[in-house]
């Protein structure tokens, strides 16, 4: 094979073929150590082009998110052990408002919560695999929320308020509150007191 007097090159058939080198296919030398490689040119493609497609799922995104809409649903620690106990007294009635939220929406706790229901389950597998099964997502305390349950809580004791209502219980309402569209509750009378505007379901 010889090169011609332009630096023109015949790429035998079968090479052709078998490499897809097609007519009008823009082809690239690229040098190599021990000479020159003859490849397809590439051509840039964004980083967002190549994920385009890539789950390659179909069908339309709120499939998949979920209605946006849905109501958002605090449980207090009284609702989950009503039911997971089950309570004697309130066992049924808090099945029923925890059955209506979960299908109403999503459910979310934070620590403290999850911290009082450690002790009630023999292993933190049970309770992690309890709590993934209702969908139930914890979420930490943010300082703007651990504040304002602070503030809250002196408020309280300042205006004659009982050593029997602590801390934690105004860091759950502050949270939900802060977090959820409802907070599911038995205790109602004292959240929706020191928490003006959070909506209360019991």
Do not use: C
Request: charged letters at 30%; proline letters at 4%.
């Amino acid at each position: 094979m010889k090169i011609g007097e332009r630096g023109q090159v015949t790429i035998p058939k079968t090479l052709r073929e078998k490499y897809g080198l097609l007519p009008n296919i823009e082809v690239e030398f690229m040098p190599e150590k021990d000479g020159i490689k003859l490849q397809k040119k590439k051509h840039y493609v964004s980083p967002v082009k190549q994920v385009f497609g890539i789950l390659d799922k179909g069908g339309k995104t709120d499939k998949y998110i979920g209605d946006p809409w849905k109501m958002i649903t605090f449980v207090d620690t009284n609702i989950l052990l009503d039911v997971f106990l089950p309570d004697p007294d309130f066992g049924k009635r808090s099945l029923e408002h925890l059955e209506k939220t979960f299908h109403d929406g999503s459910l979310i706790i934070n620590v403290i919560i999850y911290a009082e229901l450690a002790p009630q389950f023999g292993s933190r597998n049970l309770l992690d695999s309890t709590l993934a099964k209702l969908g139930i997502q914890m979420l930490f305390i943010e300082q703007e929320i651990a504040y304002t349950a602070g503030r809250k809580w002196k408020q309280y004791r300042k205006a004659g308020g009982k050593r029997d209502r602590i801390l934690a219980d105004f860091l759950i309402g502050a949270h939900a509150q802060s977090k959820a569209d409802i907070l599911l509750s038995r205790d109602r009378g004292f959240y929706k007191k020191y928490f003006k505007g959070l909506k209360v379901m019991y």
